[in-house]
């Protein structure tokens, strides 16, 4: 179930990559969101929280996803998010240029010079207010529902 909950996590994602960026597998953002867990603890009403979709603005939550949005290379701790970067790995299915639009305008340039857990929260809201958090939102509930039914 977890598992699931780190294709939410990585909308939060964040690095600064040279080369070519290719959208991350499940297995992949699966062992990165156990990373970030070891990482950056969550208590248990934290962790709960996250499985229903809900993102508390808290310093352990913001690590964490801030965590997350660096090592699925989505964010940069100098530039920000990536919104091309984004848009390819949480379009779901939305075509990639309204993805794109969507990602670009939750990307600011951190006026407020914000920490970068803080600047990452405010992408990831913003992300999760839009059409890709509701898609996102859905798929995550899916497969509760599909694990429910195997247990």
Known sequence: MLKYLIVCLALCSLVCADGEWAPKTAEQIK???ADCLKDHPLKPEQILKL????????????????C???????????EGYHADRLAK???????EEEALQIAQGCVDSNAEQSPADVWAFRGH?????????DRVRSYIKARQAEAAAKA
């Open 31 to 33: 062992a990165i969101r």
């Open 51 to 66: 499985k229903q979709v809900e993102f508390p603005d808290e310093p352990e939550v913001r690590q964490y996803l801030l």
């Open 68 to 78: 997350s949005a660096v090592k699925l290379d989505i964010f940069c701790t100098y």
């Open 89 to 95: 790995q949480f379009k779901m299915d939305l075509t």
């Open 125 to 133: 809201k913003c992300m999760m207010a839009s059409k890709i958090g």
